[in-house]
T-cell receptor, first 113, second 115 residues
Framework: AQSVAQPEDQVNVAEGNPLTVKCTYS??????LFWYVQYPNRGLQFLLK??????LVKGSYGFEAEFNKSQTSFHLKKPSALVSDSALYFC???????????FGAGTRLFVKA | AAGVIQSPRHLIKEKRETATLKCYPI?????VYWYQQGPGQDPQFLIS???????DKGSIPDRFSAQQFSDYHSELNMSSLELGDSALYFC??????????????FGPGTRLLVL
């Protein structure tokens, strides 16, 4: 069965510092992974996705994510955090041969000025 | 713990027919979001409601409409169905009363097939 875990409910980072939001997954086949961001009172917005190819995927707003097959992880990263990055971040996974997308529980990111 | 309920779980319709999808949020949740995920595509945000009023709008076609009722359940109405409407429709609910940034809890989805 597919599953995705975001082990941290909340991540606190100072502005200008690098940030990492963690995600691990479990699928029976090849994974299709992505990250979404939710700003207050808004629907989810797509950030980036991984299907195949380079393990480092670049997305919107300067975010990137690193796919690690051996660790079954897909951590979201940004070299220098901005206060405006403060939001809820959702990791999601789908088996490439499947249909349904499974979302993680979300991680709150707080970036302090 | 109660989760988001969506009905029906599966629905088969023909072109030009109408369909109504229902979403029952977690008790005491005041906000509902609708997402569409087509085959091989990423989930796309359609529309959201807070306290029975539309709060945000995404890529929802004009043929679709939605509303949130007094008991906070929501219905997505789809008319003049097209083959391309075949997708998995997710509903999510959250509570803004708790303050801060709310977490969305997703339902299992309704799989719509248009023939």
């Amino acid at each position: 069965a597919q599953s995705v875990a975001q082990p941290e409910d909340q991540v606190n980072v100072a502005e200008g510092n690098p940030l990492t939001v963690k995600c691990t997954y479990s699928v029976s086949g090849n994974p299709y992974l992505f990250w979404y961001v939710q700003y207050p009172n808004r629907g989810l917005q797509f950030l980036l996705k991984y299907i195949t190819g380079d393990n480092l995927v670049k997305g919107s707003y300067g975010f990137e994510a690193e796919f690690n097959k051996s660790q079954t992880s897909f951590h979201l990263k940004k070299p220098s955090a901005l206060v405006s990055d403060s939001a809820l971040y959702f990791c999601a996974v789908r088996d490439l041969g499947g249909f349904k997308t499974i979302f993680g529980a979300g991680t709150r990111l707080f970036v302090k000025a | 713990a109660a989760g988001v309920i969506q009905s029906p779980r599966h629905l088969i319709k023909e072109k030009r027919e109408t369909a109504t999808l229902k979403c029952y949020p977690i008790p005491r949740h005041d906000t509902v979001y609708w997402y569409q995920q087509g085959p091989g595509q990423d989930p796309q945000f359609l529309i959201s409601f807070y306290e029975k009023m539309q709060s945000d709008k995404g890529s929802i076609p004009d043929r679709f409409s939605a509303q949130q009722f007094s008991d906070y359940h929501s219905e997505l109405n789809m008319s003049s169905l097209e083959l391309g409407d075949s997708a998995l429709y997710f509903c999510a609910s959250s509570s803004r009363l708790a303050g801060g940034q709310e977490t969305q809890y997703f339902g299992p989805g309704t799989r719509l097939l248009v023939l």
